[in-house]
Every structure is written in structure tokens, then in C-alpha cells.
């Protein structure tokens, strides 16, 4: 490993059930930079991103997340993952939620967070009151809360339309330029288009050498 690498994995392969998810996965990742792991439905991204979050430990193989293994992380200003499917906090208002995490460590979240994501008109409404697109640009407002080392967002234009997508890839580009890792799961071309680094996954096999 190269001090450079913020993210390395090294033959990974992980089982689920008789299932063999992924197969083999080597790749290395320096930081501030914008990587998309593309891939059909299917074809391992979340479990990916769950394995570089240390939600699970590999079934073999190894996952360092800045040299360590990602199970040892648990702080979000390290690693931030945007699941699928966002848990957020019902009650809450928008604003609570998207600056929960910066709360929790008494520090100040970056002012113009909501506004980058089209937010601010709804930051007092309680979340449950809200679009699931807008829960999900809460969400990923609040993956990005902490200018996290490494953010993991899984699918995060899924359930936005062209202008709001728009606002998520300036987030993202914004969250780069700031010295964040981000690694995006996505089908969605207009991701890709502005990969720095394309990671192609089928059938949990990727298909660039590390
Ligand atoms: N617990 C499990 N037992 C068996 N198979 C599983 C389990 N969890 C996931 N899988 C399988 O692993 C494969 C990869 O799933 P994963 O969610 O990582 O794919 P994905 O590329 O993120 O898909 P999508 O784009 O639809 O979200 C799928 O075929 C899925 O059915």
C-alpha cells in the first residue's frame, strides 16, 4: 500500500447465503476524488460500499480504510455511508437531520449545506412532511455534514428529477474540492460522466486492475 491510498481492498470476496456476492475485488483509491462504481442491479455495489463502511467484514480478503481495517472505523467524520435506503429520523425537521451528526460533536455544520441541496425552504419542516427525493438530499446532507474523509453514497440521484440531480453533482464535486474520497454506486450516466475514476462491476467482479 502506498501512503497514498485512503482506500484499499486486496482480494476480496464475499459469500451471503449460497450466494457468491463478490469475487476477488482488488482497488486502491488515493483521496479527493470522485470514483463511481458502476454495475447493473445485482451486480455487488452495495455490498461494496457496506464492506468499505466496515459493516461487515469481509468474508476473505481485506478492506483498509487509512490503513486500518474499515471494521475499526465508527466516527462519520472517517467514513459517512448514504444507504439505499436512508434512515432518518421522522420527527425531526430537515435542518435536525441533515445536521445531526455535527450536533452530536458540538461542531458548527457548513452553513450553505441545505442550500447546495435545494433544502433551505424546507430546513424547519419535519422530515415525515417531506418527498422522498428530499429525504434523500437530507440524507445526503447529512453523509456529507462532516467533510468526511471517505463518503460512500449508495445511489444518490435515484429518486431525483434533472435539476435536483444537478444539485446532488454539485455536492458531490463541492465535497471533492473540499478533500472527500467520494465513492458512488450508481447506474446513472450523468454520475458517471464525471467520474474521475470509473470502477465497472459485474457479476461482484471488477474488471480494472488495481
Ligand atoms: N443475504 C443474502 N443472501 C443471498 N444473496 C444476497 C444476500 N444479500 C445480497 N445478496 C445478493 O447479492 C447480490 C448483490 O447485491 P447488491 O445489493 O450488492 O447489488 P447492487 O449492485 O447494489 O444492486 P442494486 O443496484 O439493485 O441495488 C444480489 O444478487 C443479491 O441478491
Redesign the pocket.
Known amino acids: 500500500m502506498t501512503t497514498a491510498d485512503l482506500v484499499r481492498l486486496d482480494q476480496v470476496t464475499h459469500v451471503?447465503?449460497?450466494?457468491t456476492?463478490l469475487s476477488d475485488v482488488s482497488l486502491s483509491l488515493p483521496s479527493a476524488r470522485l470514483a463511481v462504481l458502476a454495475?447493473?442491479?445485482?451486480?455487488?455495489?452495495?455490498?461494496?460500499l457496506h464492506l468499505m463502511a466496515g459493516v461487515m467484514p469481509p468474508t476473505s480478503g481485506t478492506v483498509l480504510v487509512d490503513g486500518k481495517p474499515a471494521v475499526s472505523h465508527h466516527e462519520w467524520d472517517r467514513v459517512a455511508l448514504l444507504p439505499?435506503r436512508p434512515a432518518l429520523a421522522p420527527e425531526l425537521t430537515v435542518a435536525e437531520n441533515a445536521h445531526l451528526p455535527a450536533r452530536l460533536r458540538g461542531r458548527t455544520p457548513p452553513p450553505d449545506l441545505l442550500t447546495r441541496l435545494g433544502l433551505d425552504p424546507l430546513a424547519d419542516r419535519p422530515t415525515h412532511d417531506t418527498s422522498l427525493g428530499e429525504q434523500q438530499r437530507t440524507a445526503i446532507a447529512r453523509t456529507l455534514v462532516l467533510t468526511p474523509a471517505v463518503a460512500l453514497l449508495?445511489?444518490p440521484t435515484a429518486h431525483q428529477d434533472d435539476e435536483h440531480v444537478s444539485l446532488v453533482l454539485d455536492a458531490l464535486t463541492s465535497a471533492v474540492t473540499e478533500g472527500t474520497l467520494v465513492l458512488v454506486?450508481t447506474?446513472d450516466q450523468r454520475i458517471i460522466d464525471l467520474a474521475d475514476d470509473l470502477l465497472p462491476?459485474h457479476s461482484?467482479r471488477l474488471e480494472v486492475p488495481a
Do not use: F, I, N, P
Not at 16 to 19: D, L, M, P, V
Not at 41 to 46: A, F, I, N
Open positions: 451471503r447465503g449460497a450466494t456476492v454495475g447493473r442491479s445485482g451486480s455487488g455495489k452495495s455490498t461494496l439505499q449508495d445511489e454506486a447506474h462491476l461482484g
